[in-house]
């Protein structure tokens, strides 16, 4: 690990890893931190659906076939109630997202980057009104990494956002009622076979999921991400 980089990125789940691959890809000295083990890092509740579209636009390669579990050909929203069906046609897959996390990632230090994991970010650096670098701790030693540029990519726990002076406009906390929490469940079936199961089901439902909704995500004829 250097003293000092074009880049540091606190945080290594999607955001963090797709802008770690981008800046390798583009010749910058770039090195991402993460608290949890690299095995750990993309393990979030998530129905692991991805659109054709979305790396794509987001100038990333397709996953390999190894990562797709499931092809998605349409979605159908169900309105509360189940009275009303919408069917979106278009292409998308159901990915093992571990797996699509540490390949990317994997892609990103072939080319040029540094991630580090296990390691906590303690507090950013400001100097002169701007974040110049973190306070991290790594194998029981806290060290100080500058760099050009700082990004804050820890999601929810606003690892570095929460420590920046209150009176920053990228300070801001997050209402309650703008938060959820997600659970999910993968169901082997033994004696029953989806029916379309290159369709995925969103449930606008209010009584069991209030403020948000519950999906039915099929990674086969026999699985579902639910």
Partial sequence: MRDRYDVIIAGLGPAGTVALWHLAKKGFSVAGF?????????????????????????????????????????????????????RVYGEGYIIDRSKFGKWLLDEAISGGAEAYFETRVLAPIVRDGKVVGLKIQADGRVRDVYANVVIEATGFSRAIRMKLPREWPVYEDIDP??????????????????????????????????????????????????
């Fill in 34 to 86: 993460d608290m949890r083990k690299p095995g750990d890092i993309w393990g979030k509740p998530c129905g692991d659906a991805l659109g054709a579209h979305h790396p794509r636009e987001a100038g990333l390669p397709d996953p390999p076939s190894h990562i797709i579990r499931n092809k998605v050909t349409a979605i159908d929203i169900y309105s509360p109630g189940e009275t009303t069906r919408y």
């Fill in 177 to 226: 009622k703008d938060t959820n929490i997600a659970y999910r469940e993968i169901i082997e079936y033994e004696d029953y076979e989806i029916e379309e199961p290159n369709v995925i089901r969103i449930y606008l439902d209010q009584e069991v999921a209030p403020g948000g909704y519950w999906w039915y995500f099929p990674e086969s004829r026999h699985g579902v991400n639910v």
